[in-house]
């Protein structure tokens, strides 16, 4: 295993945010709030109202440098953002999961939280030296991010929808390079 499961939530629930502002933007309603908090398995304090919408739409690009910048940066970035949040890392069991790790109270604003688990799953990341676990989508019009947890490292695209245009394009052009009839 690469990585710890929460290490891997939290990598997930940090993608899905910053690629939540790829066009159509998918984060703009409270019932889009409530949608992403519910499946990204999440629990603790959840407001559900405009504030935490504003304050998770303004962390997609604080969340996309964290993730995509080099590795010496991110470590600043980590080390900045567990300071601020004073993040005090502890192994809590709570519902079914086994022990994990929380590094902010349950009852700490649901902005703060994400930012405290992204940093934290970043310094796995970082230490394992695996920051080419995540790119931007090999899509040309596409900036959503990809986190490639493959073994042969293959993944290129951030979703299936960007996967299947760019095979259909590719097919095309090997078709016009094929020349037709008796060639
Ligand atoms: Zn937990
Ligand atoms: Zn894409």
């Known amino acids: ?45 959840h407001d559900g109202d405009e504030a935490e919408l504003a304050e998770l739409r303004a962390l997609r690009p604080v969340l996309r440098e964290l993730l995509t910048t080099d590795r010496d940066r991110a470590a600043e970035l980590v080390n900045a953002m567990l300071a601020e949040a004073d993040a005090l890392p502890q192994l809590v069991r709570h519902d079914e999961l086994d022990w994990h790790i929380h590094a902010a109270p349950a009852d700490a604003p649901l902005g703060r939280r994400i930012v405290v688990e992204s940093a934290m799953a ?47 394009a590719a097919y095309r052009a090997r078709r016009r390079l094929t020349p037709r009839g008796g060639g």
């Open 1 to 45: 295993m690469l990585f710890a499961h929460d290490t891997l939530a939290a990598l997930r629930a940090a993608v899905d945010l910053v690629n939540s502002g790829e066009e159509p933007d998918t984060l703009t309603t409270l019932a889009e709030l409530d949608a992403w908090y519910a499946e990204q398995g999440y629990t603790g304090r």
């Open 122 to 168: 970043m310094v796995d990341v970082i230490r394992a030296d695996e920051l080419s676990r995540l790119s931007v989508c090999a899509d040309d019009h596409c900036d959503g991010l990809v986190l490639d947890l493959s073994r042969n490292r293959s993944r290129r695209f951030c979703s299936t929808t960007c996967a299947n245009r760019n095979a259909v």
